[in-house]
């Protein structure tokens, strides 16, 4: 059974830091995507970083770009998110997510999320 469990989550001021980690269990994820995505309060669920498994190729969303860094370990089948410079509006839950296969394909996998909230 595949499981991701997100943590790191919690309140931290504007201008602060937080690491998100994302341990996969249940799979070999060696060669899979992993990626994070957030929801905000009243707001869709957007794409924030993602980060290839063989190449470990990273994108980013635009309002993160500079900011944050997605990283992973694949001896430790665990993602980060490294979170620098935070504004309020990076307020959200942030949950982590695993693709197989081609980019064109639906997210296979999803933790139960972490809260982050900055307070101005």
């Known amino acids: 059974q595949v499981q991701l469990v997100e943590s790191g989550g919690g309140l931290v001021q504007a201008g602060g830091s937080l690491r998100l980690s994302c341990a996969a269990s249940?799979?070999?994820?060696?060669?899979?995507?992993m990626a994070w995505f957030r929801q905000g309060q009243r707001k869709e669920r957007e794409f924030v970083a993602a980060i290839t498994g063989n190449f470990l190729l990273t994108s980013y969303a635009d309002s993160v770009k500079g900011r944050f860094t997605i990283f992973r370990s694949n001896a430790k089948n665990t993602a980060y998110l490294q979170m620098n410079s935070l504004k309020p509006e990076d307020t959200a839950v942030y949950y982590c997510?695993?693709?197989?296969?081609?980019?064109?394909?639906?997210?296979?996998?999803w933790g139960q999320g972490t809260q982050v909230t900055v307070s101005s």
């Open positions: 249940g799979r070999d994820f060696s060669s899979a995507t």
């Open positions: 997510s695993v693709r197989y296969g081609s980019s064109n394909r639906e997210y296979d996998y």
